[in-house]
Every structure is written in C-alpha cells, then in structure tokens.
T-cell receptor, first 108, second 118 residues
Framework: GQNIDQPTEMTATEGAIVQINCTYQ??????LFWYQQHAGEAPTFLSY????GLEEKGRFSSFLSRSKGYSYLLLKELQMKDSASYLC?????????FGTGTRLQVFP | DAGVIQSPRHEVTEMGQEVTLRCKPI?????LFWYRQTMMRGLELLIY????????DSGMPEDRFSAKMPNASFSTLKIQPSEPRDSAVYFC????????????????FGPGTRLTVT
C-alpha cells in the first residue's frame, strides 16, 4: 500500500522553527519529495531525498529514514510567506503519490 | 521558458456536458502527468505519459475520463459526461526524465484548471 500520513494543520510564529512529519508505507519506494503549495496556486518543488539523512537547502531541510518509513521537513527562521500547504510525496517507479498535505499558518 | 500551460483556467459547466482540459508541457520534457486535487482526497495522479505514450492510467476514476497526447507539446483530459463530483482543480505537470533516473527529476506543475460542474 501507499499510505502517506502527515498532520492536517500546524501553526507557528514568525522567526520560529517548525518540523512537519511524514510517514509512509510503500513498496517499490524510490525517494521522497516535498512540495510547497500556496493557496490557489500550483505545487512547487522543495526537496528530494533518496538516501537516509538530512538534505539542507537554505532555510529548508528535509530528512529521510528509509528503514522507518519516515521523513520530515524542517523550516527555520519562519517568515509570513511560508504560510502554505506542504505536500509529502513518495515516488513509486515514475509516479508520485502525494499525501493530503499539511497546512502551515505562520503568525506574527 | 513559459512553463507548463493549461487552459482554460476556470471552467463552469452543467452536469452531463463534455469538458476538455488542455495542457502544453515544457519543451523537452518527456513525461506528462495529469492530477486532480480536492479538499477531501488531496492531489491524486490520474494518468501519466512518457514520450506521448500512456504508461499508467490506473488513477483514472472511470470510463467517463479519457486522456490523449497526440504530440510532444499537447495533451487533453476529457470528461464525458461530467458530474458534480468531478468538481476539482486539475493540474498538469511535466518532467524532463522519470523519477529515479539520473538528472532532473522535478515535476513542474501548470497553474491548474478549476472545474465546477453544477
């Protein structure tokens, strides 16, 4: 199966750090993607993990543990513009299976 | 580059009517994906093409849905007849290579078509 679970909503304060978790159960797992989607807009690519460990990209980092079926997206120095939905997606052959997304609201 | 282009951006139609959504992928991208997004079910893959050939249509909800890619720069998703439960945002995305292949693996999404069936 391809159950992908992530929290529905999270809130945080500007300048803070937030961690969005994602767990998955999938066979034929290739890698894990994180996408950002602002309200009314298309998803945009944030990161891709295929090996265990942490990938850092500026204020955003993504972690993967293949054995545990677990990933997280870490957002540092939160800004108001980071208010968006964050979609975890698991790649299976050439397909992406998306979770339902975590809606993050950043407050001043 | 213009990015992935979709038309129309908004479509309102009555139940029973035929709906055709259009997509122009990024030039040079070999893969094209059609997704549907709703609040309840999130972003779901409907079908994807590689070099204009449909590879996996297991996500197509039922026979009312069909997709074609007659050439590398154009794809359509057709719903006939449409029903209110088809109301959703339909995204088209393209990528240069398949996931897991060396090189670019990112999918680029178009702006979406918001479909409302009354």
């Amino acid at each position: 199966g391809q159950n992908i679970d992530q929290p529905t909503e999270m809130t945080a304060t500007e300048g803070a750090i937030v961690q969005i978790n994602c767990t998955y159960q999938t066979s034929g797992f290739n890698g894990l993607f994180w996408y950002q989607q602002h309200a009314g807009e298309a998803p945009t690519f944030l990161s891709y993990n295929v090996l265990d460990g942490l990938e850092e990209k500026g204020r955003f980092s993504s972690f993967l543990s293949r054995s545990k079926g677990y990933s997280y997206l870490l957002l540092k120095e939160l800004q108001m513009k980071d208010s968006a939905s964050y979609l975890c997606a698991v790649s299976y052959t050439d397909k992406l299976i998306f979770g339902t997304g975590t809606r993050l609201q950043v407050f001043p | 580059d213009a990015g992935v282009i979709q038309s129309p951006r908004h479509e309102v139609t009555e139940m029973g009517q035929e709906v055709t959504l259009r997509c122009k992928p990024i030039s040079g991208h070999d893969y094209l994906f059609w997704y549907r997004q709703t609040m309840m079910r999130g972003l779901e893959l409907l079908i994807y093409f590689n070099n204009n050939v449909p590879i996996d249509d297991s996500g197509m909800p039922e026979d009312r849905f069909s997709a074609k890619m007659p050439n590398a720069s154009f794809s359509t998703l057709k719903i006939q007849p449409s029903e209110p439960r088809d109301s959703a945002v339909y995204f088209c995305a393209s990528s240069r290579t398949g996931i897991g292949a060396s090189g670019t693996y990112e999918q680029y999404f178009g702006p979406g078509t918001r479909l409302t069936v009354t």
